[in-house]
């Protein structure tokens, strides 16, 4: 099935009912999405899907046919700097997908909303806030 | 072995659900993690995320129409829907977070009969008209008809809800969801209202179902207090992993004084 | 420039940010086969039969241990695999490896049980893990002879870690032994426990990046580790367990529920003449680590108060529930929610102000603690009390009768007393051309435990922080230098590697690294923890000096109320800690809002519901932890109040932020007029609390 994976067109096999993370993780070995939950709730999973945050545990292989995804490895952003520098990262297992969810946030929108699909256990949000809003 | 059909267009997606017992999937935030933790029994898939004819938000004439298809985000990112029904809106925001707002539909939110479903009390005090097609063609249900019991609805095995058609609403929307914290939460208690000559209440979470509360709007136009003594006649809240009876009882009174009160 | 005081880039922070880092579930080895855990699915009995279809699979059970059938931690009590007592649900039976992950999940196991009545009350049991007993002055007199005595019961729930990150390991048959690899806090608590089930002392247990731990990877990783281990020696192939969230949250450890009694005798004037606290702690199953989390607990019982007479009573019990173990406070938020809840509790029968309730029985330097410490230089309880209580307006909010809440509270850094001569830590540096290589056992679990030591080592040495590195923490290559845990590694392992730093510089002298190298080749220096001299501590009749240090805290929390729907939403949360000298300002703001932010949800949201002794809500659906919604901005307010035997003056700072949080919300809840108790502060609860 062809796709644009993090910039590149790609043909990859894999069972159209496989989940999208797992595809990633162990087909293309981009194990910066992470599981968290599996459930759709903690958002380590996000990954972009023509340019809009998903949970790739929520998503069938099949439905990103055609479609741009784009993974931690594959984001170009200032935000993975900007992180690392203001504590944005403690233990750095959300962070792939906090980062790609931060990525897409609308300019002037909304930081807690945008980022209230994940969930930091580390953190306690503060430092990811001030990262976004210097 | 999971089995996924990949239709083209509705017309080939209601021949397969013609021939075969198929669990249709769109955005998948709900029934994909009981295939994933094996909780689910369903084998055979049918993949209508590609229908385009499930698509779009558009006027016929004065009434709304939504694609089955339409997502959580698209409806707040609508000007139209926006204009028409804030309160719908309202509720998207709710939903989730912003990934699941991005696969999550309203045909799904619909179709999956959950009683705590956010959009449900919306489209009832709306009274949205659900369209169903099959391979045999169309039938409209009128929303308030459309739950029969506990995630049982009167869908037959080979329809597909395809379109929304909500008329004009007249009166003032209100819309609260209590969940178990600000965002990513199943709502405990759900409720969408609309003040007018005929004022019209819908709550989730309370009951088997979504429920209009005829007897309480019936009795609010007289006090607030009537309204919710027919309230607590109306709906059969349960003690669950998420919140009491009692709990839901005591909000949902106090969720109508509110409505009253900011809508006055 | 120095390192210490500024905010290096952490050692693997560009790593994190661009995926790179790997995790234990990023790794793979040829011919590894994937692991399955069967459980027990009632909370007490025998299991009678076990019917197993599992084709293609690797099958372990009990029978197969080599060593002990134990996983050993303060006692030996566990098993690492159910033989015929059942004693909590999802207790382990038997382990299942496949290389086929459909045929895996295809196996099935029946298990027949003759049932027992389980024993779900703590409040219920005999049967006792630990009891401990801190006597000071004479209790009985004392409250005789008291104004008012004012007697209250509080009592917390369990909390679950939720590490974004579960539990998971690798375990690799290598050269005649075994080699785990994993997301683990403590490699040598991991390596003991292997050694003791495989009879075997080729062991090797190397931790990798790992998403989180609060505690829920201190003792836990032996069991699942045992498990790998035995199924990767039977299949002689690499094993790869690693759970999925609803089994993480399922079986393994959480936070103890506890029930704590205040009894407390008070002068005219408010001061506290005797405290009379009883501890009750629920254990779960086995002992694991109850022991100490009860030693913790009823060290922190009175809050951060002196009296002349004080009894606290600890009990740590058996439920036929999974065992709960070490979380982040390890007791002391249990005890401290109760301590400052009831501090407010006086006050209101005093009709007095509860700021000045507090200063009168602050603890100061030179004050002894229930143990008698005698409190150093470095005390600054009312240091942190004022500064709070300036900082937030909050003579004024409480006047205007706002739900604003304060809490004061303190942390002892280090293990107690005798434990850190038990322990016997050692650290090791090991001079590189660069500059130096650091050898210890301690983690980095987000907290930030490379970037720290180096820091230290850097400045110590007179190296640039870059010319530090971290070795990984392999058993077969560093020294044990205890576990990752109870606020210790930057204060005792910290000071240990401070230690080695001097003597290296001593030792090269004038020369340098690489002519010391070439001259006298290779060059560790590997020291060992030493007791601060003057520091007594009798196990037996809990007196003397519990603690090297204690840092002091106070939290005020600002809620914002629905009465409609009875939420409360922290609006403003303010956190003035004094940790000593924050060795990075960043990486120290960080462990005070995460840990402030844990404490939100321990408050507010976070409810283990069990239904016959087993997690009923063990999903992050229904397991409800704060998300960026739920947590305002929290302020984070350091103050360096130096001790004298930390590196830098560093205590510690991992633990105490999630000590105070609970009572500041439940004090702003009750000055609503609503008299609430227990946590969490749930919209269920706080509807049904009845009024002060």
């Known amino acids: 099935m062809r796709l644009d994976l993090n910039g590149a067109k790609v043909d990859i096999a894999a069972p159209p009912m496989k989940r999208l993370l797992d595809v990633l993780r162990e087909q293309c070995a981009l194990t910066g999405t992470k599981e968290g939950c599996g459930e759709g709730e903690c958002g380590a999973c996000t990954v972009l899907v023509d340019g809009r945050p998903v ?41 792939p997908g906090m980062i790609v969810a931060a990525a897409a946030l609308r300019k002037g929108g909304d930081v807690r909303a945008g980022l209230a699909g994940n969930l930091c256990r580390c953190t306690g949000y503060t430092a990811i806030f001030r990262a976004l809003n210097p | 072995m999971t089995e996924l059909l990949e239709p083209r267009s509705l017309r080939e997606a209601l021949a397969m659900m013609r021939r075969d017992a198929l669990t249709p999937i769109a955005g998948c935030t709900d029934i994909y993690v009981g295939l994933h933790f094996g909780t689910l029994s369903a084998k055979r898939f049918i993949n209508l995320w590609d229908l385009k004819e499930l698509r779009g938000i558009k006027l016929k004439g004065d009434v709304l129409v939504l694609g089955a298809l339409t997502t ?23 939903v989730g977070g912003p990934q699941i707002q991005n696969r999550g539909t309203i045909g799904g939110n619909i179709a999956n009969a959950s009683p705590a479903g956010d959009s449900l009390p919306v489209l009832a005090v709306a009274e949205a008209s659900i369209v169903l097609k099959s391979a045999d063609g169309a039938r409209r249900i ?40 600000a965002a990513q939460a199943i709502s405990k208690v759900v409720m969408a209202a609309v003040r007018s000559e005929r004022t019209r209440i819908a709550l989730g979470s309370v009951a088997p179902t979504v429920v209009r509360l005829p007897k309480t709007e019936a009795a609010i136009g007289i006090s607030v207090e009537k309204a919710q003594r027919a309230l607590r006649e109306e709906i059969k809240p349960i003690d669950d992993i998420r919140s009491t009876a009692v709990y839901r009882l005591r909000v949902a009174c106090n969720l109508l004084a509110r409505f009253w009160r900011e809508t006055s | 420039m120095p390192a210490v005081g500024r905010n290096v880039l952490r050692k693997e922070a560009l790593a994190k940010v661009t995926g790179a880092a790997k995790y234990i579930d990023d790794f793979s080895f040829p011919g590894m086969l994937w692991a399955r855990t069967i459980r027990t699915t009632i909370a007490c009995g025998r299991i009678t039969d076990v019917a197993i279809s599992a084709p293609g699979c690797v099958i372990v059970t009990h029978a197969d241990i080599p060593g002990d059938n134990v996983i050993a931690c303060i006692e030996h009590d566990q098993p690492c695999l159910v033989e015929t007592d059942v004693r909590h649900a999802a207790e382990p039976v038997l382990l299942l490896a496949a290389d086929d992950r459909a045929k895996l999940a295809a196996a099935t196991v029946t298990i027949a ?15 006792l893990f630990k009891k401990i007993d801190i006597v000071k002055g004479d209790v009985a007199a004392a409250l005789a002879r008291a104004h008012r005595i004012i007697e209250g019961t509080y009592t917390t729930g369990h909390q679950e870690h939720v590490y974004l990150e579960t539990n998971g390991v690798i375990a690799v048959p290598e050269e005649g032994g075994i080699t785990v690899y994993g997301s683990i806090q403590c490699p040598f608590y991991v390596h003991k426990a292997l050694k003791v089930l495989l009879g075997s002392d080729k062991v090797r247990v190397v931790q990798v990046e790992t998403g989180g731990g609060f505690g829920g990877k201190e003792e836990y990783p032996s069991m699942i580790a045992g498990h790998a281990a035995l199924l990767a020696l039977k299949a002689k192939r690499p094993v790869k367990l690693v759970y999925d969230r609803v089994e993480d949250m399922l079986a393994t450890t959480k936070r103890h529920p506890s029930v704590v009694r205040h009894r407390t005798g008070v002068a005219k004037d408010g001061r506290l003449l005797a405290m009379d606290i009883d501890v009750l702690m629920d254990g779960g199953a086995y002992a694991t680590l109850s022991p100490v989390v009860l030693s913790r607990g009823v060290l922190h019982a009175t809050g951060p108060y002196r009296c002349d007479n004080i009894r606290i009573v600890g009990r740590a019990v058996m439920t036929n529930t999974p065992p709960n173990g070490a979380f982040r406070g390890f007791g002391a938020p249990q005890t401290q929610f109760a301590a400052e809840v009831h501090m407010e509790r006086i006050a209101e029968a005093l009709a007095m102000d509860s700021v000045r309730l507090r200063e009168i029985n602050v603890l100061r330097s030179g004050d002894t603690t229930a143990t008698g410490q005698k409190l150093g230089s470095d005390c600054s309880a009312r240091k942190v009390l004022r500064d709070a209580v300036k900082r937030t ?49 301690s983690t980095e679990i987000g907290q930030g435990t490379r970037t720290m030591h180096a820091q230290i080592v850097a400045d110590t040495l007179g190296v640039p922080f ?76 809990y007196r003397g000096d519990a603690y090297e240090a204690f840092g002091w805290a106070c939290d005020v929390v600002e809620l914002d109320f629905n009465p409609d729907t009875y939420e409360a939403r922290p609006i403003r949360v303010t956190a003035v800690q004094d940790i000593g000298k924050a060795i990075h300002p960043i990486l120290a703001a960080g462990q005070i809002e995460g840990g402030t932010a844990q404490g939100l949800g321990y408050a507010l949201l976070e409810e283990v519901v069990m239904r016959d002794g087993r997690m009923a809500n063990a999903s992050l659906t229904n397991y409800i932890i704060p998300t960026s919604m739920d947590t305002p901005e929290i ?27 609970a009572p500041a919300v439940v004090n702003a809840i009750r000055h609503l007029g609503l008299d609430l108790r227990d946590i969490p502060a749930t919209p269920e609860r706080i509807s049904e609390c009845g009024l002060i």
Request: hydrophobic letters at 35%; a positive charge; proline letters at 6%.
């Open chain 1, 55 to 95: 949970n790739s545990c929520l998503v069938p292989f099949a439905q990103v046919k055609g479609c741009k995804v784009v993974t931690i490895e594959g984001l170009d952003s200032r935000l993975k700097e900007v992180f690392a520098r203001e504590g944005g990262a403690q233990c750095g297992f959300c962070t």
């Open chain 2, 72 to 94: 959580y985000s698209e409806l707040i990112e609508s000007r139209l829907v926006n204009r028409r029904l804030p309160m719908l809106v309202a509720a998207s925001r709710e």
């Open chain 2, 142 to 181: 009128a929303f308030n008809d459309f739950y029969t019991g506990y995630r049982k609805t009167v869908m037959r095995p080979d329809e597909l809800i395809t379109a929304l058609e909500i008329p004009p609403v007249e009166g003032r929307q209100w819309f609260w969801k209590v969940g178990t914290r």
């Open chain 3, 113 to 127: 049980y003759a049932p027992a009545a389980p024993l779900f009350d703590a409040r219920r049991s005999n049967t």
């Open chain 3, 393 to 441: 307006n909050y003579a004024k909010k409480r006047a205007a009768r706002k739900p604003i809440g304060l809490a004061l509270f303190f942390h002892g850094s280090g293990f107690t007393g005798g434990g850190e001569v038990r322990l016997a830590s050692k650290a090791s540096l090991e001079l590189t051309p660069r500059g130096a290589r650091i050898l210890v056992a």
């Open chain 3, 466 to 541: 870059d010319a530090v590195d971290v070795a990984d923490p392999d058993t077969s290559r560093v020294p044990d230098s205890g576990p990752t845990v109870a606020s210790r590694t930057c204060m005792i392992v910290g000071r240990i590697l401070q230690r080695c730093a001097r003597e290296m510089k001593r030792k090269l002298g004038r020369l340098s690294r690489r002519e010391y190298l070439k001259r006298h080749g290779p060059l560790v220096i590997t020291k060992e923890y030493e007791r601060p001299s003057g520091m007594t501590w009798d196990d037996a009749t």
């Open chain 3, 635 to 661: 302020d984070a307010v350091i103050v360096e109040s130096p001790y004298r035997h930390g590196p830098f003056g560093a205590k510690g700072v991992g633990e105490m932020p999630i000590d105070g949080v």
